[in-house]
């Protein structure tokens, strides 16, 4: 049994979902593990991950604008406010989704359907690099 590790940077320029799947394709590739399990961890409380629909952008729009009605900006419905007005419902946001995701690893390759894509979702306006730590295990 093997195991590899890697932080992966993901850059937001806004708020929204950011697809990075191809820099997860390209460190799956570089390690050789034919079969195995990569587990992707997000290390913030106001972003998180998703495997979404990669092909209509509408899909992206749609959830950005749920996530927006049911946490929304607004000052009197929160005392966390630390960092601004979009920091409660950024972290409300990442505690209805996920910081972790699994996906298993074929052939040297992850196994996503068809139409499936990596994401971060940024949950704040003003963003900043994300660190995604990728650890693959397998053989």
Do not use: K
């Not at 806004?14 to 460190?27: H, I, K, M, S």
């Amino acid at each position: 049994m093997r195991q590899a590790i890697h932080h992966l940077i993901v850059r937001a320029r806004n708020r929204g979902l950011v697809e990075f799947t191809d820099d997860v394709r390209r460190f799956v590739a570089a390690q050789g593990i034919r079969t195995g399990l990569l587990t992707l961890f997000c290390r913030h409380t106001s972003a998180s991950l998703l495997i979404q629909e990669n092909a209509d952008p509408s899909v992206r729009r749609d959830l950005e604008h749920y996530f927006a009605s049911i946490a929304p900006e607004d000052a009197e419905r929160y005392e966390h406010d630390t960092e601004g007005l979009d920091d409660m419902p950024a972290h409300l946001r990442t505690a209805l989704t996920q910081v972790q995701l699994s996906v298993p690893v074929e052939d040297g390759r992850m196994v996503l359907g068809t139409w499936q894509g990596l994401y971060l979702f940024e949950h704040r306006r003003h963003t900043q690099p994300r660190d995604i730590v990728l650890h693959l295990l397998g053989e």
